[in-house]
């Protein structure tokens, strides 16, 4: 009877690793084939009614900001912290990811903010600060700390030894 528990567990654990597994690697690519996914990110802009992509040429947004362009850095950046958000949902079923969401969603503002600051007051320290907020958002970094940490707080200690 217990091996047919086991069973069943870890049939129903494959669906959630085969998640994981292609998630992961969905991530990886994104890192991996960067160029590629700017060009679609690029192609696709152009495809809005107000046609708001790098080629457009009516940007004013200031320079430096973004080699791609504004919305497709912006874009880009998204599709890592959300898949990241996705990830640690599924690590963590569900638990905090509103303050997963919430901490990635401040990290952008901030990096956006001091990217904007660097820019519009000539401050090349706050320009690269952000620059380098914003890479490290989009690492899986974070993600793995976020999930290390929290299998580390949710360990407790062993008490069903008894002396």
């Known amino acids: 009877m217990k091996a047919d528990t086991l069973a069943e567990s ?4 494959w669906p959630r690793r085969a998640l994981l597994l292609g998630l992961g690697l969905l991530l990886f690519a994104l890192g991996q084939f960067q160029d590629a996914v700017f060009a679609g990110l690029t192609y696709a802009w152009h495809f809005l009614p107000n046609g708001t992509g790098p080629a457009d040429g009516s940007q004013t947004q200031p320079p430096g900001l973004s080699t791609h362009g504004l919305p497709i850095g912006i874009s880009y950046r998204l599709l890592c912290c959300g ?8 690590l963590l079923r569900g638990r905090a990811t509103r303050l997963v969401a919430a901490g990635y969603t401040l990290a952008l503002l901030a990096s ?17 600060q952000g620059h380098r907020l914003l890479d490290l958002i989009c690492s899986p970094l974070p993600m793995l700390l976020a999930y290390a940490m929290t299998m580390v707080g949710s360990r407790t200690p062993n008490t069903s030894a008894q002396p």
């Open 10 to 13: 870890a049939a129903q654990k």
């Open 83 to 90: 898949l990241s958000t996705l990830i640690l949902h599924v």
């Open 112 to 128: 956006l903010l001091l990217l904007l600051l660097g820019q519009r007051m000539s401050l090349p320290l706050a320009s690269e």
